[in-house]
């Protein structure tokens, strides 16, 4: 019967002459077996065998907006330890046309089982919860804990599960190691359209593309037990992005939909809020239902009397079956006890229930299964208790006898409990901190995989490093990030949120002005600049500095001589990145006076680099140069093969820039020889990116073509996000050089979308720049212009003067050649103020022959 479709499924109702609600309830039984059912269900058995036999499996047809494309989900059946299914469809576009394809519903973390035979009422609830999405994109379905708010939101999954008018259904079970690139991360997933590393861009990006796709086609959102992630004083979520999320869900997308529980409604920071359907307890008649079921057998005014009190709260009426059945009170006993009925019923239940119906090791149970964020097995439990006699095998008596009682739930091997009980436990748990501490260890115990390659793969280390904070063993924190090198792997896999989380972990309330928590300050001011260099890479300079400037007074408050360098060295690269070269030089030979004084022969080669670099960025290449070959030669003393390859590649562009591309291909070859040697995969595409450029200027563009396609399978073999934008761009600029504009632009194009999901501003604008020149190329200046503007905003945006000159030259241009001299002459004179100020020889010289032509040819 499940895979019935909503009509068929109506036409077996019409047929047997029973009400579709009847039928829903044997669908549900079908999922078990078939005996579950009365004796006198036998006609009715027989029918549904033939019509199931006999009824036409359809594929749904589903509705999608003309830019939908189906992702390749061929092979696939998991995500992570989470299932998803898969099923045949049909997309029906705006335009009749039609593509195959496989709707899809995921499940991550633990979604309540809808049994019949467990589960009572709450239909005409169901009905109302469908009148309100006919006519609102966002619900949020709020009551008190234990009301079944899950419960009745997985009960909706099963009926749009059936009625098969949606892409994808998905449910997340939110939990405190949630962030928004998990959702958005594992929804691309399961659609077949992986992003690679979402951690790593930008919020605002990311949600981009989630709105987008989910504006393309319906899809169905369920972000369950969503009250974890709100601030208690205003329901404002705590992390980053699902503020959006909740505006945005609030306007619409389309026919896609968003439910949350929660209890109380979640507000955005501007305090929208989604529609609220508040529930309170079952009817008397399913709530005396599920009574009897549990095996109460006291007459129905009794048992109405108990609804009556209880106000029909699910969880609060199976803890008091188990006040009647396991002790020696009467139902009318209970009910008369005033003390219960006041207030929370169902904590004072539970209260009841944890002092008078469990023994000590129930109790200690729950409370160590409190401790954890996310459903454990037996051996974590064990670890907690850290006694001999609690092995795994009691630990699974222990549990079956709280889960018989309603006390704990279990998913596969691991256990949890519903929040109700988990807050309680929590609250009764004395000795938290030796607790958490036998819970860190039991962490830092597991294996970890022998090749880490995801967040997943070192999710212990982070569960870890939790505990140690939460034992306020902020020393032990610190030494999970640094010893186990834990940041460097984020770092690499560019899930950049979660080190800010681990950073923010080990740091006062106020990062800068309370006392640190760390033992060694040193260990403070290291913390601080990583975080600095994590804000660095998600394009939030401005704030980076504000950290590189703290770890700066800490270094030369300890007399760290060398961390005082690689904090000039951070800020040099910080200001550098805002355009503010001169000002980067200063940091640089500050830096560079630290290494040499310290004699950090590794310091000094990369600060004479840096220097390079920014010599280079200035038009001032032959001293550039210099300041390379003194690096190269540091870098060959001490061995540093890496250092070496960098540097020769930094020569290669510097003799690029002068005109002698022989002897810049000869650079970029050597460094080439070297990456591949040292095994450097990201080196290596960055030196065939520099031969393509070199080649390129040879017009050998063919022969470029062929670097930067080998560049780009790099970049996609390891995961470079950033450099595969780069080289796609680099793509269409060798296309556009043979006069290929329109394969230019989808080029062009790939690499702004890469620029924009991973919250590269600089590269977007450069994209931007690039599309701009092709329309113009094909006569469409009007949408040059378009893009023009749009790289002008970013680049003032961000600070980048250099870009901010560029663009104003290219809308010159733009304007000169629409015939409007005033305009044009007006945006060169002010790119020639910007080169001016920032010492950029190719923009001054750029603009001044651009005026001098206006002004000579009487334009």
Request: aromatic share 8%; net charge negative.
């Amino acid at each position: 019967m499940k895979e019935l479709s909503e009509i068929q499924f109506e036409e077996i109702s019409e047929n047997i002459g029973v009400s579709i609600e009847y039928l829903e309830d044997i669908q549900k039984f079908t999922l078990y077996t078939f005996k579950e059912l009365r004796a006198d269900h036998d006609e009715i058995k027989k029918l549904l065998f033939h019509l199931i036999e006999t009824a036409e499996r359809s594929v749904p047809k589903i509705l999608v907006d003309g830019g939908f494309k189906a992702g390749d989900v061929s092979g696939q059946i998991i995500v992570g330890e989470n299932n998803i299914q898969y099923k045949d469809c049909t997309f029906t576009l705006p335009d009749g046309s039609t593509m195959h394809g496989k709707s899809w519903i995921y499940t991550e973390g633990v979604r309540p089982a809808t049994d019949p035979a467990n589960v009572f009422g709450r239909r005409q609830e169901l009905g109302r919860i469908d009148e309100i999405l006919k006519h609102s994109q966002a619900l949020a379905i709020t009551g008190f804990r234990g009301t079944g708010k899950s419960t009745l939101a997985s009960m909706y999954i099963d009926r749009i599960e059936k009625r098969e008018g949606f892409a994808g259904i998905y449910w997340r079970k939110v939990d405190e190691t949630i962030d928004i690139s998990d959702v958005v991360g594992s929804f691309f997933t399961c659609m077949g359209k992986k992003i690679e590393d979402p951690g790593r861009y930008k919020v605002g990006d990311l949600l981009n593309l989630f709105f987008k796709e989910l504006n393309a086609a319906p899809y169905f959102l369920v972000l369950d037990n969503f009250e974890i992630l709100l601030d208690p004083q205003n329901n404002k979520p705590l992390k980053p992005g699902f503020s959006d999320l909740i505006e945005k869900a609030n306007e619409g997308f389309g026919r896609s939909r968003v439910l949350f529980t929660s209890w109380e409604c979640p507000a955005s920071e501007r305090g929208i809020r989604p529609t609220r359907y508040p529930i309170g307890g079952l009817d008397d008649s399913a709530a005396i239902q599920l009574l009897r079921q549990r095996g109460l057998t006291e007459p129905d005014d009794e048992l109405r009397k108990a609804v009556d009190l209880s106000g029909g709260h699910p969880l609060a009426l199976i803890l008091l079956v188990q006040l009647v059945k396991d002790g020696d009170e009467t139902l009318s006993d209970i009910l008369s006890d005033d003390t219960l009925w006041r207030g929370e019923v169902a904590a004072n239940i539970l209260d009841k229930v944890y002092k008078d119906r469990l023994n000590e090791e129930e109790r200690k149970l729950l409370q160590y299964v409190s401790l954890y964020r996310m459903p454990v097995p037996a051996r974590a439990i064990a670890a907690a208790a850290n006694d001999p006699d609690w092995t795994e095998a009691k630990v699974k008596k222990t549990a079956t006898s709280l889960k018989r009682k309603s006390m704990l739930e279990k998913t596969g091997k691991n256990y949890w409990e519903e929040s109700l009980i988990d807050n309680y436990a929590y609250n009764k748990l004395v000795d938290r901190v030796k607790r958490h501490k036998l819970a860190c260890q039991y962490y830092l115990d597991l294996p970890l995989p022998e090749k880490r390659t995801t967040k997943e793969d070192v999710q212990s280390l982070i569960e870890a490093h939790h505990h140690a904070c939460m034992a306020e063993e902020y020393d032990r924190a610190g030494g999970i990030i640094f010893d186990h090198n834990l940041h460097e792997d984020l770092d690499r896999w560019s899930n950049y949120r979660t080190l800010v989380e681990l950073y923010a972990g080990v740091l006062p309330k106020d990062h800068f002005r309370d006392e640190p928590l760390l033992g060694s300050l040193k260990t403070h001011g290291d913390v601080l600049g990583n975080l600095g260099n994590v804000y660095s890479a998600l394009g939030q300079v401005e704030k980076a500095i504000k950290y590189y400037e703290d770890a700066l007074v800490i270094s030369r408050e300890i007399g760290d001589r060398r961390g005082e360098g690689a904090d000039l060295g951070n800020l040099g690269r910080a200001y550098s990145d805002l355009g503010q070269v001169e000002k980067a030089i200063k940091y640089y030979e500050d830096a560079l006076v630290i290494s040499r004084e310290v004699g950090d022969r590794r310091g000094e080669g990369n600060h004479l680099g840096n220097l390079g670099n920014a010599y280079y960025a200035l038009g001032q290449v032959e001293k550039a140069i210099e300041y390379h070959e003194d690096a190269l030669v540091i870098s060959r003393e001490i061995g540093d093969r890496r250092g070496e390859g960098n540097t020769l590649g930094n020569l290669g562009n510097a003799y690029y820039a002068l005109g002698q591309v022989e002897k810049a291909i000869e650079y970029h070859e050597d460094a080439l020889v070297i990456s591949r040697e040292i095994g450097d995969r990201r080196g290596e595409g960055a030196d065939l990116g520099n031969l393509g450029l070199a080649y390129s200027a040879l017009g050998q563009v063919e022969k470029a073509i062929e670097c930067y396609e080998d560049a780009l399978v790099i970049a996609k073999e390891i995961g470079d996000r950033r450099n595969e934008g780069v080289w796609l761009g680099n793509l269409g600029s060798a296309y556009y050089a043979l006069g290929q504009v329109e394969k230019a632009i989808e080029y062009h194009e790939d690499a702004l979308v890469i620029s924009r999901e991973i919250g590269d501003r600089r590269g977007e604008g450069a994209d931007l720049g690039n599309l701009g020149l092709a329309y113009s190329a094909l006569g469409q200046v009007e949408k040059a212009i378009e893009y023009y503007e749009d790289a002008l905003v970013i680049a003032r945006e961000i600070g980048d003067r250099r870009g901010e000159g560029a663009d104003l030259g290219n809308l010159g241009n733009a304007y000169r050649n629409l015939g409007q001299v005033e305009k044009a002459t007006e945006y060169y004179e002010n790119a020639l103020t910007i080169g001016k100020e920032i010492k950029d020889p190719r923009i001054i010289d750029f603009c001044e022959k651009n005026l001098i032509s206006l002004k000579n040819s009487g334009d």
